[in-house]
């Protein structure tokens, strides 16, 4: 593969700012000596943009007050502006509070593109999934979840941040049920809830709450499910996820 | 400005192999490599999914006359 033909292929993860930023300055110097990458890459940002400002302009009225407010924290960096929505800078981190780990370009991105994401959920009506058993004893979910993790026929996976931060193993049974080992999430703060999402579709959907200090968790879903993330919430949570995910994988 | 049934269709035309690649560079904020370790799919799969679903999505807007905001 030519390295004309390696750019041409990153076009689209480029329009969508998914390459890292040595390959991005690559690529945009590939853009100056290539006028039909040029226009492809134009043809591409533009749904990109039409998509967002679509997201932004169709959510209730007072709701984007409240994502804007929720992003309160998030830190522009200098060589990426975000005009669209002019974040703040982002106070010291309180005491106890909790940090997602690593919140580079590309997450506070993230961050962004979440919001987006949220709009996209209350668009098409995503509604919170199956209310999270956390009435059961946490010694009893655990010897469920055991069983589960030992059953040959569940699918388990785990799901994981930055370098260094969190790891979450994640079991699904047969039928659906599934439990979560999050004993790696720190203890969020008051008025927050870690909430478990299913990016299976066109956008997530909650799949329940995990409260503010996890442990073993029992939770519901498709019994087809792939792709789980854990964000942390205003509690009592949301329905359509406002930060990006902390953790993320899949299980099979 | 676009109805929210035609930003679910408009998703919805995607493969599903399509969508969770751009769900998760797009909504998630990850790199294509970072979608290649988390679906466990080779990058290039993961580069190429990501620009033909990128593709079909301008299709579909541009065949319902919507308009591009560059």
Redesign the interface.
Known sequence: MSREEHYD?????H??D???SVERGAIEAYLDRSPDARVEV??????????A???A??VPDGSWDRLLGRLRGAAPEADEPVPALRLPARPEPQPGAVVPPGRSG?????????T??MA?AM??GVALGAVVDRARPTADLASLARAAFDDPSSRQGSLSGDAGGPTVRVVVDPQGRGFVLAQDLARLPEGRTYQLWS??????VSLGLLGADPQVVAFTASPGVT?L?ITDEPAPGATA?GQ??LV???V? | MIRSEKVTEVLGALAAGEREAIVLAYFGGHTYREVAVVLDQPEGTIKSRIRSGSHKLADVLEAAGLEARP
């Open positions: 292929g990153l076009l689209g993860a329009a969508l998914a390459t890292d134009s043809r591409l940002e533009a749904v990109v943009a039409t998509l400002s679509t997201q302009t169709d590309r997450a506070r991105r993230g961050w962004v593109a979440a987006l994401a996209a668009i098409v990016l299976d579709g066109a956008a997530p792709t993330a996820p990006a995910p993320l994988g899949r099979s």
